[in-house]
């Protein structure tokens, strides 16, 4: 008793340094090994890109919602800008705007010839009899040549294809108002999007106002709710199952106690050394170490299982059992996959500490676990070796070869995210979710220079009906922004002059005022170039900057394509023209290599953890022929799985694989026990601790496999159907009982 007390200590004071200090962190970057991803779209600007659509049938009281909601997000710092709608210029934007007008809008020849002077003139005297031409109107008439109203124009039409009221832009259905939101450029959390999007949700709810979010991140953001969600019911159900049966099987509190305690404290332990070596513990690895210490759950069970003279020998097979599965899982640390490594340290730190506290479980040989008999139920026949190693290659070459062939995603987005999808499309014009051009350059110059040559290949493609439109930077700030200069563009300041008087004379006007504008027609012809940092420094060209990503070579910019119908033919249009660092991007591209690379890894050191434990399992098992044995029949439990779950759901994913490893730590601990010389009573025994062992396993795994999450589902059936056929592989050992000694 006096162990159990320790036991017991042990797990108050571990349960409180968890407490205090455990980090669980959800960033998604951990999945993925740092050589693996050269493009996270999240870490993009298009991956910070975020709408927000206020659906109601008073438009004046949803364009009043959006602009409380607009002001809230500026207030946010997890929020870069907020566009609500056109708005009206500041008079420092106004001020900037006129100084580099020739640098944002060259004028044409025909703008400049006499006849486009005065008909520019002409539209500036028909604006002076509107407020807003009057707010402009002297800088209108200074600038015949109308590239400071074509600019005007240019910003006031941010979102193209969009209406506004009241100031705020209005959907293509006309039935939302709509925030185009960016987010700020730091690293992707779950739980502030998760934040953000709930703080949006609630004020609108507030004016029973219907929203819909859409973007990259709030998308990754729904994944991991669900998921969260869903783990967390199938956990609950599974719990209230599991319990249920251990109560009716053990028929003790006491011995429930005694039976959760190992595994409680290796789950602790994991928990711990997992956040002292990587200073936090990845959600990922929590739910995968999790599971693969409930395995701590078996040895409790084993113990329990076999009482009086028999347990110490049960006791050395679940330490045994224990080293080898945390061995194999240590070699995750190789993997560079920073959640798959926790999950090794993780599980190579629980399981032993679970197996070591199952020894502080006292002996009651009076206890009598009341679970059926599982010995009726052994294969009745033994599977020849051969047949045994057939089942490995099968296995080994079907995991093989989907990994070099195939890639998948790690979760599949819910339906909520679907029908969102849908409902933007009848709201906005959205861009391809997959396809999209990347260029690249080493500074602003270069990149609109780059720009401008792209322009030509994709107004091509637009002409044959591969796509709609793009939306690129130069489309706003043309190659004539960074310039060294513009004289060598346009005629000198004499002749303008000139023309200009002409101008003035054709629309009634005073010659003489052609001076003046020649002043501001100097100004503007050696305005200094533009700069990336002037993009940043005023709201109403913040939209451009937010375009552009900075990195450690310069700049780079995504173009979105919209109304994509033929991305092969845009691709090698952008391939022939071999315009330096531009090229056609396949947004889901970088995943795909990633994923393909992530199977990899897991495969090859998976695979090394393998040999390892089974050189572990070789040198402490007794019987050097019963360990081979052992780990052969494992090895074709773990084949056999994969066959089955790959003629079920096609090719393996990530967490299926992952998934095969629990499968192979079960049938280490299965066959310490059913592959072994022993008595009747003693077989008996084995096969109660073992069943009761298997049916546990499945009561949790089962609920999983009916999870509508892939992932859950994927993981479940794994494991579900693993320990059925480690089950039928290593019972097959050994005959069957004629006759049962009491």
Known sequence: MKRVW?????????????????????????????????????????????????????????????????????????????????????????????????????PEPADLSVAGLSEHLAEARQSLTSAEGMMFGDRLLRDPTGSFARLLNRFADGVPELAQYD???????GEAALLFVTLADRDFETGEIAALTQAVRERAAIADTAVYLLGPRVIAAEISAETSRESTRAALIAIGLLLAWLIWVLRSARALVLAILPMACGFLAGCLATQVLFGSVHVIALGFGGVLTGLALDYALHVLGH???????????????????????????????????QTGVFVATGLPV??????????????VLHAPPFERLAWPMPFRPWIEIGFLIAGIAVIAGYSTNTSSTLFDPPDIVAETID????????????????????????????????AGVLISAVSDGALDRYAMTSAFLPATATLPTLADRLPDVVVFEERAAQALSANGMEPEFAAEQGVAYSDALHAPVITYAELEAFPETRPLAARLDTTATGLREIVRLYGLIDAEAVAGAVAESEIPGVHMLDLAGPIDDAMVALRHKVLLWLGIGSIVAFAVLLIGH???????????????AVGLTALLMAGIGGPLGIFEIVALTLVFGIGIDYGLFLDRKSDSDQRVADF?????????????????????????????????????VTLVLHSSKTHRFRERTT
């Not at 003279?309 to 945390?326: F, I």
């Not at 350059?441 to 040559?453: G, H, I, M, W, Y």
């Not at 007794?622 to 074709?636: D, Q």
Request: aromatic share 6%.
């Open 6 to 106: 320790t036991a017991v200590a042990a797990l108050g004071i571990l349960m409180v340094l968890a407490i205090t200090t455990v980090d669980v962190r959800t960033d998604a970057d951990a999945v993925f090994a740092p050589d693996t991803l050269d493009l996270n779209p999240l870490d993009t600007s298009v991956g910070r890109e975020l709408i927000v659509a206020l659906v109601s049938a008073d438009q004046a009281e949803r364009t009043d919602l959006a602009r409380d909601i607009a002001a809230m997000l500026e207030r946010d710092p997890k929020v870069a800008m907020v566009n609500a709608g056109p708005g009206s210029f500041s008079d420092a934007f106004l001020e900037w705007v006129w100084n580099r007008r020739f640098r944002l809008a060259l």
């Open 167 to 173: 100031g705020v832009w209005q959907s293509r259905d």
């Open 307 to 341: 009482p009086g003279s028999s347990r110490s020998n049960a006791q050395r097979l679940v330490l045994l059992g224990a080293v080898t599965t945390a061995v194999g899982f240590l070699a995750m640390l190789g993997s560079g996959v920073p959640a798959l490594m």
């Open 354 to 367: 679970a197996a070591v506290f199952s020894r502080t479980i006292p002996s009651d040989p009076d206890h």
């Open 423 to 454: 409902r933007f499309e009848t709201m906005v014009d959205l861009p391809s979710g997959r396809h999209a051009v990347m260029m690249e350059a080493s500074t602003l110059s270069e990149l609109l220079a780059r720009q401008t040559e792209l």
């Open 622 to 636: 007794r019987e050097k022929r019963r360990a081979v044995v052992i780990a052969r029949t494992t090895g074709a």
């Open 688 to 724: 109660r601790s073992v069943g009761l062992c298997a049916v546990s396993t499945m009561i949790a795994f089962s609920i999983m496999a009916f999870s509508p999450v892939k992932l859950l589902h994927d993981i479940g059936l794994t494991v579900f159907l693993g320990v059925l």
